[in-house]
């Protein structure tokens, strides 16, 4: 039954002190907000300034306000560097950069966005912009050379259909006859009937 424990084989009464409740299950109790138990009793927590009450089942039964953080039994403010802001937290500490801004020794460093780049994420970081490459701390041109084209990220080339990738060129392929080019377009296999042999399709002889 609800308000009472089972000890030694008997149901005794759950003894709830004054500002304490039964818990769900009703075999225990806890104490309300603003009170933590102390010997059998629910005793009144000293919140400090610019702290809040809270449950003290899950906590030491106060926590500071937005823009404080704990320091022992006291709530003191919190410094934000330049170009940072709170973060919306349940313990109301901590900081993050602006979009633009990385963290480094406790403070906000401006990102260096070289040409031709973009900030990416939650901007704490770059990538270059289509056509371009990264090398170093820039992003310089992709050289795509005849008969190529810019890959759907745009970050390398590849070479056209019946054509392979030699150096920093495309080569045209030499396909023989009774051959064609394969799925991929930069190879080419022999039609049915043929097999390869030395850059030519021969007849496969019959068995």
């Not at 056209?160 to 190879?187: L, T």
């Amino acid at each position: 039954m609800r308000g009472y424990r089972e000890t030694e084989e008997r149901c005794v009464a759950v003894v709830v002190p004054t500002n304490g409740y039964l818990d769900v299950r009703g075999t225990s109790w806890r104490c309300n907000r603003g009170f933590r138990s102390e010997g059998g009793q629910c005793t009144a927590v000293q919140v400090p300034a610019n702290g809040y009450a809270v449950d003290s089942s899950y906590d030491q039964g106060w926590r500071c306000n937005r823009g404080y953080r704990s320091n022992g039994t006291s709530c003191v403010k919190f410094e934000l560097p330049a170009h940072a802001y709170l973060l919306d937290s349940v313990h109301s500490f901590g900081w993050q950069c602006e979009r633009g801004f990385r963290q480094a020794e406790g403070r906000c460093i401006a990102i260096e966005v070289p040409a031709n780049a973009y900030l990416v994420g939650a901007g704490d970081g770059w990538k270059c912009e289509r056509g371009f490459q990264r090398i170093d701390n820039q992003c310089l041109p992709i050289v795509v050379p005849v008969n190529a084209y810019l890959d759907d990220r745009g970050a390398e080339w590849r070479c056209e259909r019946g054509f392979r990738k030699e150096g920093a060129s495309c080569v045209a392929m030499r396909v023989p006859a009774n051959g064609y080019i394969g799925y991929a377009g930069d190879e080419w296999s022999c039609e049915s009937g043929f097999r390869k042999q030395q850059g030519a399709c021969v007849v496969v002889p019959e068995s």
